[in-house]
T-cell receptor
Framework: DAKTTQPTSMDCAEGRAANLPCNHS???????VYWYRQIHSQGPQYIIH???NNETNEMASLIITEDRKSSTLILPHATLRDTAVYYC????????????FGTGTRLTVIP | EPEVTQTPSHQVTQMGQEVILRCVPI?????FYWYRQILGQKVEFLVS????????KSEIFDDQFSVERPDGSNFTLKIRSTKLEDSAMYFC????????????FGPGTRLTVT
């Protein structure tokens, strides 16, 4: 089952940074933090993942607190196409690495 | 960019009928998955498949469900005798393996059981 807590919904103005928090206070030392998003009813899309260091790619940045009990996904310049449900998932990076989704945060980017 | 494809996009079937949902994972990927999402609910893991056998399965994946990789490119999910509660969007996913853990999802098949 999902071991993360996320706000149900958030709004963000177009062009501004969207900061999506996630609480994973029971994360174990070998579990990674993954972020996926689902636009409307499409298949989930991988965004980024990390263990303890902050990570950045072309889509987003991931900031993980030093105690690893929470993280923040940052979309630096949100566009209308970033409107989606964002899922924070913790998972061991071993074996099949099955994903257990929670209810996520519905981000609405407002023009 | 390579992508996971799924067919059909929408399948309507009567209760008790067998359905086969098809997926073509990304070439050279080694891990394959099926997830489902009942309308308005969260995405649920069904099964993972590696090296021609099931790696893990959830409680949802009971004897009515089976998976197969018949020809090295397709990955199928069969539901033997559909129930009304099987109505959902079914997503196939694949990942390459090794040090890469991101999963790539297909667009889904909407299954409607009447």
């Amino acid at each position: 089952d999902a071991k993360t807590t996320q706000p149900t919904s958030m709004d963000c103005a177009e062009g501004r940074a969207a900061n999506l928090p996630c609480n994973h206070s029971t994360i174990s030392g070998n579990e990674y933090v993954y972020w996926y998003r689902q636009i409307h009813s499409q298949g989930p899309q991988y965004i980024i993942h990390g263990l303890k260091n902050n990570e950045t790619n072309e889509m987003a940045s991931l900031i993980i607190t030093e105690d690893r009990k929470s993280s923040t996904l940052i979309l630096p310049h949100a566009t209308l196409r970033d409107t989606a449900v964002y899922y924070c998932i913790v998972s061991y990076q071993t074996g099949a690495n099955n994903l257990f989704f929670g209810t996520g945060t519905r981000l609405t980017v407002i023009p | 960019e390579p992508e996971v494809t799924q067919t059909p996009s929408h399948q309507v079937t009567q209760m008790g009928q067998e359905v086969i949902l098809r997926c073509v994972p990304i070439s050279n990927h080694l891990y394959f998955y099926w997830y489902r999402q009942i309308l308005g609910q969260k995405v649920e893991f069904l099964v993972s498949f590696y090296n021609n056998e099931i790696s893990e399965k959830s409680e949802i994946f009971d004897d009515q469900f089976s998976v197969e990789r018949p020809d090295g490119s397709n990955f199928t999910l069969k539901i033997r005798s559909t129930k009304l509660e099987d109505s959902a969007m079914y997503f196939c996913a694949s990942r390459s393996g090794g040090i890469s853990y991101e999963q790539y999802f297909g667009p889904g098949t909407r299954l409607t059981v009447t």
